[in-house]
Nanobody, 116 residues
Framework: QVQLVESGGGLVQPGGSLRLSCAAS????????MGWYRQAPGKQRELVAI???????NYADPVKGRFTISRDNAKNTVYLQMNSLKHEDTAVYYC??????????WGQGTQVTVSS
């Protein structure tokens, strides 16, 4: 079992920055990738960014050049640095862990609101 706890969400003005954190605990030995997804009101959950244990990253087009995903393996934590935030970035952001045997885990989410 893996537990994921997100933190760092909040209210920020357009153009501002925010950093989300996701701490993983439990049976984390075979996690090979972690990522961030988001879900805006009335919309489906969508990929934001993924980072593998080997360091490869993938970003959704709307966040390329603005968001950066990183991992601290020693702390079992994944981060999402969000810069130049826009109103359309407003969503609940979820952390996701990928394990072997097609097992995945989700955090409960943290709200990010971009508003002036």
């Amino acid at each position: 079992q893996v537990q994921l706890v997100e933190s760092g969400g909040g209210l920020v003005q357009p153009g501002g920055s925010l950093r989300l954190s996701c701490a993983a605990s439990g049976s984390i030995f075979d996690i090979y990738a972690m990522g961030w997804y988001r879900q805006a009101p009335g919309k489906q959950r969508e990929l934001v960014a993924i980072k593998t244990n080997g360091g490869a990253t993938n970003y959704a087009d709307p966040v390329k050049g603005r968001f950066t995903i990183s991992r601290d393996n020693a702390k079992n934590t994944v981060y999402l640095q969000m810069n130049s935030l826009k109103h359309e970035d407003t969503a609940v952001y979820y952390c996701k862990a990928f394990r072997a045997q097609s097992v995945v885990y989700w955090g409960q989410g943290t709200q990010v609101t971009v508003s002036s």
